[in-house]
């Protein structure tokens, strides 16, 4: 790290050593390693220093002292690729439950739409089938009254022919049927007309035939 490399590029030249101390806090703060100075290769001192580190995403301070342990000059590190991470992790990981609850309330909200759909089609089907079957009834009570009335027609006109016919029967046989004169006929038929006697004297071929039986 940059940082790292000015810090010991600037160090007094009576520096003795270099001392870690790693801890988000002053109070937390524990040494976790010492390093002679000078230092031979910066890259390899970096590596030694993030090595002794406990955790990677501790803040630590570097620490420079002279042969009779006193501060020279100190600095103090946050690793800036592990804090990245860290926050990278952090955004991946909130972005990732809002996105897991905008998903549940965006269920939610299809669930209650799919529910409401499915109750609109019950109530429509049902409306369907219930006016459905009203008009088969409706229908069916239709056909009934007219089929009855159609039978009563029927019925009224076949008992008038009927009743023509044989008043028609009747009359035919009436008048085909010839009278049967009887003397006991005769006689009832003057005594309900007496003025008959009258009429039948003036008939002079009636009087002949009675004349030429009464003879015999």
């Known amino acids: 790290m940059q940082k790292i490399e000015r810090f010991i590029e ?15 806090t ?29 955790e990677d ?17 100190a600095i103090t590190i946050i690793p800036p690729q592990q804090t990245t991470q860290g926050s990278e992790l952090q955004i991946m ?48 009570a239709i056909g009934t009254l007219e089929m009855e009335k159609s039978l009563l027609q029927e019925a009224q006109e076949a008992s008038v022919k009927e009743k023509a016919l044989n008043l028609a029967e009747s009359a035919l046989a009436k008048m085909m049927t010839q009278p049967q ?9 003057v005594k309900q007309n007496p003025s008959i006697i009258d009429e039948i004297m003036k008939d002079e071929e009636l009087v002949s035939l009675i004349g030429d039986r009464l003879l015999k």
Do not use: W
């Open 10 to 24: 600037r160090l007094p030249t009576d520096t003795s050593s270099i001392v870690m101390r790693a801890g988000n």
């Open 26 to 54: 002053r109070q937390e703060e524990t040494i976790c390693g010492k390093y002679s100075f000078p230092v031979e290769d910066i890259t390899e001192f970096i590596d030694s220093v993030f090595d002794d580190l406990p």
């Open 57 to 73: 995403n501790t803040k630590f301070r570097l620490i420079a002292l002279d042969d009779k342990g006193r501060q020279h000059k």
């Open 93 to 140: 990981v909130q972005g990732f439950l809002s996105m897991v609850q905008e998903n549940r309330r965006v269920m939610s909200v299809l669930a209650g739409v799919i529910e409401d759909r499915e109750e609109t089609l019950e109530y429509v089907l049902h409306n369907l089938i219930q006016t459905k079957e009203e008009q088969i009834e409706s229908d069916l």
């Open 181 to 189: 004169i009887t003397a006991d006929s005769l006689k009832a038929l």
